[in-house]
């Protein structure tokens, strides 16, 4: 399988784990706590769809030597999995399609599939083009460990099953070294892409530098316009530089 093939089987997955645990909400409207927990970790798959989607993106940047590392990363233990998770995944979605479940058994289905080695596998490919989120206090669940903490906490409240227990310490965050460049830059934006979350700056070194909405520090993603001029820092990353602590001028 082509690394392009994981990165499109692994935001398939995401995506059908947004719907999944979106349906189950539906199924526990009548206590707010339990209904808003669906909610919360279905918009964390969300979010994992787009971070995906955006390091697939960034794939195309990648130089031959860094293309040959990550292919090196994905093994075929790892396919195997993402193969077994896809064939569990049917089997619930066709669950939810003929019967209604208990909150014992939907707690069942959601730590089967998170205790896969899934999740190990999409830190590795989050990882591979050196794209290193910044947590915003209200936008936290790029990252798996802190979804899990999640899961976690609200399995041991209300899970009275045998299905193992999520293990946090498992999952806590890979750090990704970004060295910062020396100095202060300017430039102005060249490009916005709403749908995806990202941009590009172009500095007066002439160099192109990708920015994400958190990499904002002064003013706002939506405040974002193209020729609009910024002052930034940047980060030397292996598919090329990254805009931060972008502030408008």
Known sequence: MKITEVFDTAIDIEKRLYN???KLSNLFRDNS??????????????LHCETLLLNKGCQAWDSPSVLHRV?????KADIAVIESLNLMLK????RLKKETVSLQDA???LLKI???DYNHIYNKLIHTSG?????APDDPHRSIYEHMKIIKAFSDKYYTGNSRCIRVEDYKNVKVPARPLPGDKRGKITEIVRDMSYGFIEGEDGEAYMFLP??????TWDDAEVDKPVEFSAVKLPWGPRAKYIKYF
Do not use: C
């Open 20 to 22: 999944l645990y979106y």
């Open 131 to 135: 794209i290193k989120f910044q947590q």
């Open 107 to 109: 707690i069942g289905m």
């Open 71 to 75: 292919k090196k990363q994905i093994v």
């Open 91 to 94: 089997d619930f979605e066709r």
């Open 114 to 116: 998170e205790n896969s």
């Open 33 to 46: 706590e339990v209904h808003n927990f669906w909610i919360k970790i279905a918009n964390h798959e969300k």
């Open 214 to 219: 958190e990499d904002i520090t002064e003013g």
